[in-house]
């Protein structure tokens, strides 16, 4: 079956595209096909419904047939492809504040142009108005355009009608965001601020779905004064930040124009701009010098088509191979491990031993007291454990503000060097934001040195949000634990993902260092990536040096059945230290999982005995009180065993497997001579 050459929004103009610049594109197109049948982004090995989006629109405005077995990859698109799951344990993403309708819209189509039939989709189109965005992560609780205009054309993709209500709620939702320059924008019009140009296209497509079209004649004059020098498109004529053309803003601002009647103002200059996008492996980067992507791919050449411009490709501009010569050798680098918004309260003593453990060679402890940092950094080097805590925050009440975009929280994460490194700068940690339009002005701003990708909750955010990985090159990436609790329960999500780089020791300097070589990658591996490692960030080589390093870093399951700590008055973070005297503290191996709190241990404490004495085992308990999703669930456990006064014979604590679990009853042996800790996996242990 033949994939018709009708695309997003009408149909394709131009002449017929030359047969050879055809061939490299859908060659490059193909590199990224995977064993399913659909397509990933580049340096990845799991197909994503937004890059087999691009894939499928571009063959289409190509006026080209899918490779492959199109009912087969229609089935793909329609299950297991999407990107969002409501299955907490196992997804490998979730939609965070705001419902991403526009992978539905890409699911969709897809199928359409696959030949499929969308009526199961029928139920999904639904909407009676705009979503709700919740006011803890933008203060004025706007909806983001893309997604609420994406609703709209679902309904249209379906066959679905608007309803009385729902005409009148989209289009007073589209009128109170209509700038006096014809223009729109996220915020309502009467904070006086401009529009952004991806959120104008929108609106104006929904104006079309409502039947009611914005033919203001200042729309194009304004979209037309957002083309730059270079001849590509900005945001808007005068952005406040991120004022770089690329892509996606050309994308909507000429197809908005061309839907209007009307051409780019400056037409050689943006046709010389869109040629020089174009990279020898035969697709297109989002702007000039940067690596190749499915997106920007589509954008480009379903542009390229529609102005007539095609047949004006003839040779690449850049030859992306050749842009790694030259750089470090890094064949003798090591591989260290670095955590951002581990915990930063509780024991230092389980930190430090979850830090050995884990191959933890930085610490970003967040939100921490200067006393708790001091206090772990003073447990490792007297146990001779080679890891430097730092301090690295959530910065909770901080919000960020762009006229027009939204005042955000959640945006900036800031961590502050160990001491003793010689770069004092802090780390600007890029968190969250769904809201694409505000985040890449944010990015493009040049204020971040790290972008956050792996985390616990939305588990991936390149996943939900794929237009991250448009910074791959040029920002690092990074795991971000954003930490609730104790480092021993926290100790799942520690081994599952974090940050590893190449350098020739594991200091903060050398990490910097590593950062603006490329040499920094984001790795997970546990039941969100179906138990295979993912890696994103950095370059191909150092992908490949950190694989062949793996014994370095790589830490498996956590072992450790149990943390046992001999608590005096002076362990003063480490929960129920006592007044005098001396208590042993346990914990068992509780798996800590959002939403759930503390479950599935593997045994409990059943005996302790000293010398011949049977002592006794206090059990402490903690559920959740708050009104919430978490109320009732457990929170906190620990056994307390009191020590006598000037009796330091060794304690025999005695473990039995819980029902259902496949195991043998252990013992760990403790000396309480001294105030220490140990952590133990299983048979008998002392130390």
């Known amino acids: 079956m033949k994939v018709v050459a009708l695309v997003v929004g009408g149909i394709l103009a131009g002449c017929a595209p030359d047969i050879a610049p055809a061939d490299r594109i859908c060659s490059y197109l193909e590199s990224l096909r995977q064993q399913d049948g659909a397509y ?24 080209r047939d899918v490779p492959g077995d199109h009912a087969a990859l229609a089935k793909v698109v329609a299950g297991p492809l999407y990107p969002v799951s409501a299955d907490r344990d196992t997804a490998r993403s979730r939609s965070h504040a705001q419902g991403i309708h526009e992978f539905r819209l890409q699911q969709i189509r897809v199928i359409k142009a696959l ?32 997604q609420q205009m994406a609703a709209l054309l679902i309904k249209e993709e379906c066959g679905v009608g608007l309803t009385p209500e729902a005409h009148a709620t989209y289009s007073t939702y589209l009128d109170e965001r209509k700038r006096g320059n014809g223009s729109y924008n996220t915020t309502k019009a009467s904070d006086g601020s401009d529009g952004h140009v991806v959120n104008t296209a929108y609106a104006l497509v929904g104006r079309r779905v409502m039947g009611n079209k914005d033919d203001d004649g200042k729309i194009v004059a304004w979209i037309r004064d957002c083309q730059r020098a270079d001849g590509g498109f900005s945001w808007a004529p005068n952005p406040p930040k991120g004022d770089v053309s690329d892509i996606w803003y050309a994308y909507a601002a000429v197809r908005a124009l061309l839907d209007m009647g009307a051409r780019p103002k400056n037409e050689q200059a943006l046709c010389g701009w869109l040629l020089s996008l174009w990279n020898h492996d035969g697709g297109f980067a989002p702007r000039p010098g940067l690596r190749s992507d499915p997106m920007s791919t589509f954008r480009a050449v379903d542009l390229l088509v ?57 610490w970003g402890a967040k939100n921490a007291k200067p006393e708790w940092i001091a206090a772990a950094q003073a447990e490792a080097d007297r146990c001779g454990v080679l890891v430097r805590f730092f301090r690295s925050d959530e910065a909770y009440g901080e919000r960020r503000d762009i006229p027009g975009l939204g005042n ?18 802090p780390f600007q940690l890029w968190q969250m934001c769904d809201h694409e339009c505000c985040a890449r002005v944010w990015l493009d701003s040049g204020e971040y040195d790290g972008i956050g990708t792996f985390h616990f909750g939305c588990f991936d955010m ?119 005297g001396r208590l042993i503290r346990v914990r068992v191996d509780f798996d800590w999982r959002e939403f759930k709190g503390l479950v599935g241990s593997t045994c409990r404490l059943v005996s302790a ?29 620990y056994d307390l065993i009191p020590l006598l006064d000037g009796v330091d014979e060794a304690v ?21 001579k001294t105030p220490h800790g140990l952590s133990a996996s299983a048979g008998r242990q002392s130390e």
């Open 40 to 63: 990933a982004f580049p340096g990845q090995d799991a197909s994503h419904l937004s890059a087999t989006y691009a894939a499928v629109m571009t063959y289409a405005a190509l006026g």
């Open 609 to 637: 005995r000293q010398g011949g004495r049977e002592l006794a085992i206090d059990r402490r308990e903690f559920r959740h009180e708050k009104k919430d999703y978490l109320h009732g669930n457990l929170e906190e456990e």
């Open 306 to 362: 529609r102005l007539g411009w095609f047949g004006r490709l003839r040779k690449p501009s850049a030859d992306i191979a050749a842009r790694g010569k030259g750089k470090c050798d890094i064949s003798s680098l090591h591989a260290f491990t670095i955590q951002f918004e581990a915990p930063g309260s509780g024991s230092v003593r389980e930190a430090v031993q979850v830090a050995k453990e884990l191959k933890i060679h930085l």
């Open 115 to 146: 030949g499929g039939d969308v009526a199961q989709f029928r139920g999904y189109a639904s909407f009676k108005k705009p979503d709700s965005y919740t006011t803890s992560y933008e203060l004025g609780g706007n909806p983001v355009m893309i």
């Open 652 to 672: 025999v604590l005695h473990f039995e497997p819980v029902a259902g679990v496949d195991a043998k009853p252990f013992d760990v042996e403790v000396s309480p």
């Open 408 to 425: 955000f929280s959640h945006l900036r994460d800031p961590a502050t060097p160990p001491n003793g490194a010689r770069d004092t700068r």
């Open 462 to 580: 390149t996943w939900i949000l794929p237009f991250l990985y448009q910074y791959e090159e040029t920002i690092p990436f990074v795991s971000n634990q954003d930490s609730h609790g104790e480092t021993w329960w926290w100790r799942g999500e520690l081994a599952a993902y974090r940050t590893v780089f190449l350098a020739k020791e594991g200091t903060w300097d050398d990490f910097r260092e590593a950062c603006g070589k490329g040499l920094v990658t984001s790795i997970r591996e546990d039941a969100h990536t179906e138990g295979r490692l993912r890696m994103i960030g950095g370059s191909q080589e150092a992908k490949a040096r950190i694989r062949a390093l793996e014994r370095e870093w790589r830490v498996g399951k956590v072992k450790s059945r149990v943390s046992v700590q001999v608590l005096t008055e002076k362990d003063v973070f480490e929960e129920a230290h006592p007044s005098k």
